[in-house]
């Protein structure tokens, strides 16, 4: 069974994820960069693994930084599309027409 991570680290990642408007996407290293932890989309991946435990949120938001889905999970795809989000030839999320770029977010 995988470590939980610190209570923490997980209220900080899902303030954000929860910001993330209908129709855009965020990468796993843009959250990490919003928390200070610059070098860590890893964790955030992890946290997100983990989300279930804390609520419901949006993680199906939450790309890589090619705009790759989230491997094994089907649904993503599906969810994203329903919200309008555009797909590349190549399956990614087109996110030049996407990404989410906060200018004001809460404090985390």
């Known amino acids: 069974m995988a470590k939980v991570l610190d209570k ?3 209220t900080q990642i899902l303030s954000i ?3 993330i408007p209908v129709g855009k996407v ?3 290293g843009q959250i990490a960069h919003l928390i200070g932890r610059e070098r860590n989309a ?3 991946g992890r ?3 983990q989300a279930g435990l804390y609520g419901k949120y949006p993680c199906h938001r939450v790309v890589n930084s090619a705009g790759r889905l989230a491997p094994a999970w089907e649904e993503q795809r ?3 599309w329903a919200e309008g989000v555009t797909f590349k030839t190549n399956g990614c999320v ?3 027409k996407h990404q989410w770029k906060p ?3 809460s404090k985390v």
């Open 26 to 28: 965020t990468t796993y």
């Open 8 to 10: 923490r680290l997980i």
């Open 78 to 80: 599906h969810l994203l």
């Open 42 to 44: 890893r964790l955030v």
């Open 94 to 96: 087109d996110l030049k």
């Open 47 to 49: 946290a997100l693994s």
């Open 17 to 19: 994820v929860e910001q």
């Open 103 to 105: 200018t004001d977010i």
